[in-house]
């Protein structure tokens, strides 16, 4: 077990809502970083924050934004869902010291369903 | 374009005997790589990593080893256990971009 919790488990929304995932980091972790894993692929970065500020993103629209708080757990938001936004979003945890990232270690994940 | 690649979407091994899987990546950039094992319901779970400044890397029964003129490396699992079935990716880094880039997954059934 990693340390690195999510919720929620999973989730069913419409189409045009918005939804927001939760992350707790691992004890000690100072960075965060979330993915969306489609069924049948492998995960895809989505972006990392760092000490509470964006710190790498990946090819995902605005729609798609993220806070980290000052105890290190983490929020993903996606605003107007579509239907592809339905997939295993996952929450990974790790430490960065002096500009070097440590290995990340994820959590559960959370199953979103856009119907 | 999938920068980083598992070809084999499955693997069948018998118990005791040792599993490959195989990555291959197209950027030479990447200087780190990862395998990570995941079971359903669970998120990935960190196995092996190695840095391009190596060639070999073990731990326990995992081995990673890596043949950057061939942009490919491997990991091997020996002995295999039934409790190794699980789905293997395979991801890459480059310096301190934050990014990991994955493949699409191995998935390793081991029989007993």
């Not at chain 1, 999510?6 to 972790?29: A, E, M, N």
């Amino acid at each position: 077990e990693t340390g690195v919790t999510q919720s929620p488990t999973h989730l069913i929304k419409t189409r045009g809502q918005q939804v927001t995932l939760r992350c707790s980091s691992q004890s000690g972790h100072n960075t965060v970083s979330w993915y969306q894993q489609a069924l049948g692929q492998g995960p895809q970065f989505i972006f990392q924050y760092y000490r509470e500020e964006e710190n790498g993103r990946g090819n995902f629209p605005p729609r798609f934004s993220g806070l980290q708080f000052p105890n290190y757990s983490s929020e993903l938001n996606v605003n107007a869902l579509e239907l592809d936004d339905s997939a295993l979003y996952l929450c990974a945890s790790s430490l960065e010291v002096a500009g070097v990232a440590d290995t990340q270690y994820f959590g559960p994940g959370t199953r979103l369903t856009v119907l | 374009d999938q920068q980083v690649k598992q070809n084999s979407p499955s693997l069948s091994v018998q118990e005791g005997r040792i599993s490959i899987l195989n990555c291959d990546y197209t950027n030479s950039m990447f200087d780190y790589f990862l395998w990570y094992k995941k079971y359903p319901a669970e998120g990935p779970t960190f196995l092996i990593s190695i840095s391009s400044i190596k060639d070999k890397n073990e731990d326990g029964r995992f081995t990673v080893f890596l043949n950057k003129s061939a942009k490919h490396l491997s990991l091997h699992i020996v002995p295999s256990q039934p409790g190794d079935s699980a789905v293997y990716f395979c991801a890459a880094g480059a310096g301190n971009n934050r990014k990991l880039i994955w493949g699409l997954g191995t998935s390793l059934a081991v029989n007993p």
